[in-house]
């Protein structure tokens, strides 16, 4: 059966409305923080700032990527099988909820650089790209003090050398499905460099 154009467009209509006051609706932090304390706090810390190297730092990353992230964690187009226990725990408003959360939290900007001669050439990677491999600068996307843009590249300063590291190599061999862009930037990319540039940084300020 073959449905009228009106009522196509209307159903599709409303559902674009239903959208956009979805994500108007005003986070509720009372509820983020809760629910962040009886889901994440194990292993991200009371306020975000992980100090296990192997998970990331949370506290004040841009919500719109960790609601992305919750998202692809659940629909499993990002793999990790405890990240997707919990997220598929939560609704959409618990993802907003705790992200913005998150995003409201001081970081604590704790992580070092700790090899000299790595932080030179992670430095060189993250601020100029490696030319003569189209490797594109760092910098381009998550600016040059490692804060991100809202909505579009996460905040990367002072976050965990180890966490990153092992992120940009699941995007390099492929684990990590969920941004085409930084499967290709990684893909150009050998263990020192990658190396490199995570211990950059995570002394990024």
């Known amino acids: 059966m073959k449905l009228p154009v009106s009522f196509l467009c209307a159903a599709a209509a409303a559902a674009l409305s239903f959208s956009v006051q979805a994500q108007s609706v005003k986070p509720d932090l009372a509820k983020g923080s809760a629910m962040y304390g009886q889901v994440c706090v194990a292993c991200h810390a009371a306020d975000g700032n992980s100090t296990t190297p ?5 506290a004040h990353q841009h919500p719109e990527y960790l609601v992305k992230q919750l998202q692809d964690y659940k629909s499993g187009k990002r793999d990790n099988a405890i990240m997707k226990g919990f997220a598929s725990a939560l609704s959409d408003a618990d993802m907003r909820n705790i992200a913005y959360w998150l995003a409201s939290q001081k970081d604590n900007k704790t992580g070092a ?3 000299k001669e790595l932080v030179t050439l992670g430095e060189r990677i993250y601020r100029g790209g490696i030319a003569d491999r189209q490797i594109a600068a760092c910098a381009g996307c998550h600016s040059p003090n490692g804060a991100g843009i809202p909505s579009q590249y996460p905040r990367l300063s002072g976050q965990q050398a180890e966490y990153t590291a092992t ?9 990590r499905k969920n941004n085409a862009q930084m499967k290709d930037v990684a893909a150009k ?12 940084i995570a002394g990024l300020r």
């Open 167 to 175: 992120q940009l190599k699941h995007f390099r061999d492929g684990t």
């Open 54 to 58: 192997a998970n990331p730092k949370l």
């Open 189 to 200: 990319m050998n263990d020192r460099e990658i190396a490199a540039v995570a211990d950059y």
């Open 113 to 115: 650089a700790t090899d």
